[in-house]
């Protein structure tokens, strides 16, 4: 049954509804019009009469005035009381609905429900129809019909009458607002005495008269009434929060009784990155109550960021001491961008109101190569990794996008982690290129993005040569590939301004400087080369790969018998002169005696010092034939003094110092020995190859006096 509550005055609304034929509002109330009234009226000849005055005497008056009904209009015209005194404890109140039926202009037919009437005053023209039920009918009466205005010519004007409420249980609704409530939210209590669906709620609006952020109402019920009931919180007609049924509840007399309830506010809070201002992202908060459910089931809360500013929120509304777990989420349109970690759990203790704050970081990794190795490597590979525990390492993969590799990821603001990146790069399907960088240590804090870039490590790489011998050609070069069979990539070796015979190469610094290069690498002029050398991995601030080239050399073999090659040096080097120190040779006969001396006549005879004298003067040749190859001839400290070997050898053959004389032989013979392998340059005669023993005995035996006839 509905009471209307809307305050302590008496009338409050009108359903009026307007019909051209005498029908009550309620079946209950249709009167037939024949019957006679249930009293007989006096007529009060006032026209200012009230209820409240004498010979009624009502404490209060509700009426049905002139602009309630439609005056001497057919129609029936319905009216609910709120807050009338209970006919059975003054004290107490109901609501009491009255309806009125107007036929013939002047005939008044009622009902009432909830309640009864003592008196019933119809006026019309100057003066009215008091019918007095209270002596005949002392506990009132619930309808009458046939009443009328004194006269029929006189239309009814309004009608009147002295209410109580029939006796009942009143129930007192109380809510408390959430701490931190928004000013605009409304509250209201639900109840029914039926909970078959679909269940018919009865609706109680709740004020806060007093502003001290109880909501209430009171309604009347039946004695002995069972009620089941629920609340709900609303923002304009969105719901906010609607509880449990509770229930259910005998409303047992005298009562009244009353329904209590408190709520906690949940304030939700997600700062995001600047970054994602323009990303049309949407932000969620979720919360459980039961996160070991299979399935959990999730509450959705949609965050709102109304002023602009990053700082997305929301809020929603418990039980009390309600314990939740919660996560968030952002979204691009139905994709995931980032979820959290599962928070909780929360007691929502009162009075709240509970606030859950996160903040978002960005972390962005990137990585601009030169062009150069874009278009070296057939394909890199780039990944970041990074830990949380220091242990467990999650792999971000970088891609490649017009040059430039990039990856977001995105962390709660205060994270710490330890990273590092790896590279890797293939040619020709292999990989020859692989770096770790160092391990860094980062606190990610802030709305800004937080940025690492990657950055190759790099070896200065060069290449140094030391050669005795010239160039085929006028150039060294050095080069270096990716694989052992190329292709090779040349570098340009020129002459270093101070140190003699030594070739420097400057690195390429786009590619091959970079750390953790594989690579192979050789020298070369025109006409030498020496083997592949590799791998090599570069590591370190910087790697010198050094060869030294000792120059062609020939032994004293060689020159002994290759009379035609030593003639073309000897003449066309050497100037056709050889200085010993002891003697000059002035001829080829005299060069090939001192090469062949054991072989010549006498030999055997000589001193000591004198086969020592010429056993370190054929190396001496022998070097200075080499040097007219164009090789360069080592340096050396003899008595304090830098000087070339075969400089020093002049001056021990000319000293007589037969320890010096046997010592700087040593050091010849080695010198001659050192280029073996290397080429003979490209000016050598075609008679450079033929050995003719006969022919270097029969000139040696030619120049053989002169060199003896000099010991």
Known sequence: MKRWRFGKVGRVALLAVFLTMSVPFYATAVVNPDPPPLVMPTYIDISNFKLTDPPANCDVEYKFDSGDIDSGAPGTYVMTFEDVKRCDDPTLFGDVTVTVVISEGNKVAFSIEGGKTGVVYVKGGPGGNLYDYRADYPGGVTADSNLTTPESAFAVSHVSFCLCADAGVQKNWEFTA????????????????????????????????????????????????????????????????????FGPETLTAPGPHTNDFTIVLKEWEFTAPDAFADRGYDYKAYYTEDPDAEPVVWVAVDLADPDMDGVWTGKTLFDVDAEIWWKWRVYDGMDVVFESDVFGPETLAAPGPHANDFCLALKTWMWAPDEALLEFFDEIALSAFYT???????????????GAFYAETYFECGTEIDYYFEVSATYGGSVIWSYTSPESTEVIEGQETVENVFVEARTLKSFELTARAEPAGGTYYAAWAPTAVGPWYEILLTPDAVIPNLYVGDFDPAVLSLSGMEIYWKFYDAEWSTSVFGPETLSGMSMVNEYERNGVTRTIGYWQTHVCMAEHVFNEKLSATVDLGWTTLYSIEEVTAVLNYPQMDGANRLSNFNKA???????????????????????????????????????????????????????????????????????????????????????????????????
């Not at 909970?195 to 019920?221: I, Q, R, S």
């Not at 525990?389 to 017009?402: A, F, H, K, P, T």
Request: aromatic share 10%.
């Open 178 to 245: 959430p701490a931190g409530a928004d000013a605009g939210w409304t509250y209201k209590a639900y109840y029914t005495e039926d909970l078959t669906e679909p269940v018919d709620w009865t609706e109680v609006a709740l004020a806060d008269a007093d502003m001290d952020g109880v909501y209430t109402a009171t309604t009347t019920h039946d004695e002995d009434a069972e009620i089941w009931w629920k609340w709900k919180v609303y923002d304009g007609m969105t719901v906010l929060f609607e509880s449990a049924v």
């Open 388 to 402: 949380l525990d220091g242990e467990n390492y999650i792999e971000v993969e970088l891609v490649e996008d017009e």
């Open 613 to 711: 004298k010429l056993q370190t003067s054929r190396q001496l040749v022998a070097a200075i034939l080499n040097e007219g190859l164009g090789t360069s001839v080592p340096m050396i400290d003899w008595y304090g003094t830098d000087m070339s070997i075969i400089e020093a050898a002049r001056l021990a053959l000319a000293s007589g110092n037969l320890a010096d004389i046997r010592m700087i032989g040593g050091l010849l013979d080695d010198f001659n020995n050192s280029g073996t392998e290397e080429w003979l340059p490209d000016w050598k005669p075609d008679c450079w190859n033929n050995a003719n023993p006969q022919l270097a005995r029969m000139l040696g035996a030619v120049g053989w006096p002169a060199v003896k006839g000099a010991l």
